[in-house]
């Protein structure tokens, strides 16, 4: 890891770049794969999964059997911590459904919102050197209770034309409705357009390659609904007295073995602790069986020292990262001051992978920056807010002349006369 010592503020902006590729190149890719499938449907898609996923369209779909044969092969252990991740993850996203109230604006005027669920949304969850079965239930449980009717899930297939036996545990306890082995661009395309053997969704979800992201910016500028933009996964680690360096190296490795493109930022007040985190990166990298990966993705990261608290926390909340493990004494009381952070960890027993997995929160997070405008997946994410009004007759004759006099000023008569001839009725009525 490089190390930066009490940075300029002007240099900042700089220093805290992520690691980025030219997505233009990816699109040029990415492109002629979406037109294809929106234009032809199954004929498109089965030539990109015969190319790209070495499977035909006819043997695409995971059927019920196959879903119910992946509790027998997977450990009783295995399951039951799956299990104990859904309990966890369902109770805490239960608690953001929120009973909206009716508000009497003035009298006669009555105004509230509802959450209505997605009817149909898609989840890409990646199968290549890892399977994500824990971002099943990160995705489809918030989905399942915001009362989305449909929950359509595409993952590629492995070398053996099928899916890791824990993906189908999970999408079977978080509840997806079907299940569909096609990856990349082609999956997000399928998703987004519909053809005869995929449904179309409404809004997609989840994590994958530049070309998948690339495939989801692309269908987002044509007006399809996507969780976030998303990028590679960070993490910063902030280290105040009394952190433990071998903790810090061991989350710094967590975020690290995901991919080459990770990005890894460590932040302290204490200069020694430096070399500490830095000696024991060395002998946890060594016992790592995707160290060549964690070691690539540390030529991209840096060691930040910052000679006191206030500017260190400001240096955070200017990252903005996706994760945010807040270390040592201060931890509670520096957790109060971040503004821009995906999910924060604080104290020395909270591991980042506790919230990657099974402590409650999502681990489907903004990234590169953009924790500064968005939040990551919630229930929020899954719904509408439909707004309703209703206004009684002695509600409008109280309201009016304000809704008129305003429609006047802004030269709009219509809505003007749509207020004007109700109350002309009103009055001859009475």
Request: glycine letters at 8%; one cysteine or more; proline letters at 4%.
């Amino acid at each position: 890891m490089k190390i930066i010592k009490n940075p300029s503020r002007s240099n900042w902006k700089e220093i805290l770049a992520r690691p980025t590729s030219d997505i233009s190149e990816m699109e040029k890719v990415v492109k002629p794969i979406l037109e294809e499938i929106k234009k032809s449907g199954d004929t498109g898609l089965d030539k990109y999964c015969q190319k790209f996923d070495g499977i035909g369209i006819e043997n695409i779909r995971i059927t019920g059997e196959e879903i119910s044969r992946s509790e027998e092969t997977i450990s009783a252990e295995l399951k039951s911590a799956i299990d104990q991740a859904a309990i966890n993850i369902r109770k805490f996203h239960e608690s953001q459904v929120i009973k909206e109230k009716e508000v009497e604006t003035m009298p006669g005027v009555t105004c509230y919102r509802k959450s209505v669920g997605i009817e149909k949304v898609g989840l890409y969850i990646p199968g290549g050197t890892a399977p994500l079965f824990s971002t099943i239930l990160m995705l489809a449980i918030p989905a399942k209770i915001a009362g989305c009717k449909e929950i359509i899930l595409c993952t590629p297939p492995n070398k053996k034309s099928g899916v890791h036996p824990a993906m189908l545990y999970a999408a079977k306890v978080a509840g997806v409705s079907e299940i569909y082995k096609i990856g990349g661009a082609q999956a997000i395309a399928a998703m987004a357009y519909g053809t005869e053997s995929v449904p179309q969704v409404y809004k997609i979800f989840g994590p994958g390659n530049q070309y998948v992201t690339a495939a989801k910016q692309l269908l987002n500028s044509e007006g399809v609904a996507i969780d976030m933009p998303a990028g590679p996964s960070e993490v910063l680690v902030y280290a105040g007295k009394d952190a433990d360096p071998e903790f810090i190296a061991a989350d710094l490795l967590s975020q690290a073995e995901h991919g080459v493109d990770s990005q890894v930022v460590f932040v302290t007040i204490e200069e020694d602790m430096i070399q500490k985190v830095q000696n024991e990166l060395t002998i946890q990298l060594e016992n790592l069986p995707r160290k060549d990966l964690a070691a690539k993705a540390l030529e991209n990261s840096m060691s930040i020292f910052m000679t006191d608290e206030t500017n260190a926390v400001e240096l955070i909340n200017s990252y903005a990262p996706e994760h945010l493990i807040l270390c040592g004494e201060n931890a509670d009381e520096i957790s109060g001051k971040i503004i821009n952070a995906g999910s924060v960890f604080i104290g020395n027993y909270t591991p980042e992978s506790a919230g990657d997995y099974a402590s409650g929160t999502n681990h489907t997070l903004p990234t590169n920056g953009f924790a500064r405008a968005y939040s990551g997946v919630s229930v929020d994410s899954f719904v509408k807010k439909i707004t309703f009004q209703k206004i009684t007759e002695k509600g409008l004759q109280n309201i009016g002349n304000t809704v008129m006099e305003m429609a006047e000023a802004e030269n709009l008569d219509a809505h003007k006369n749509a207020v004007k001839i109700r109350l002309s009725k009103l009055t001859s009525n009475g």
